[in-house]
């Protein structure tokens, strides 16, 4: 993970902890308002949307995310041909 990348992964638990401080953002496949990731993105001030069925599948890498935690909703755009890592 680099700085503003979006974490995006089945579930966390407190061994990701570290990587709240440099994502700038956090996509789940499961989990909930009470669950570790949204606690720990509330208190680190990033957003998280959770609980996206398949997001593993359907979020690609080099795609650019717009994460809303508020709206709970995730917008996408592809890389665009040639671009770098």
């Given amino acids: 993970m680099t700085p503003g990348d979006v974490l995006v992964c089945r579930t966390t638990d407190p061994a990701w902890t570290p990587l709240f ?6 996509i789940t496949e499961t989990g909930g308002m009470l669950s570790h990731a949204a606690i720990v ?3 680190y001030g990033i ?3 959770l609980g996206i069925t398949d997001a593993l599948t359907r ?3 080099g795609t650019t995310l717009m994460v809303d935690g508020t709206h709970g909703t995730v917008h996408g755009k592809p ?3 040639g671009a770098g890592p």
Avoid: L, Y
């Fill in 41 to 43: 993105a509330r208190e």
């Fill in 21 to 26: 401080g440099v994502v700038a953002a956090v």
């Fill in 79 to 81: 890389a665009s041909p």
């Fill in 47 to 49: 957003p998280a949307v």
């Fill in 59 to 61: 979020i690609t890498a």
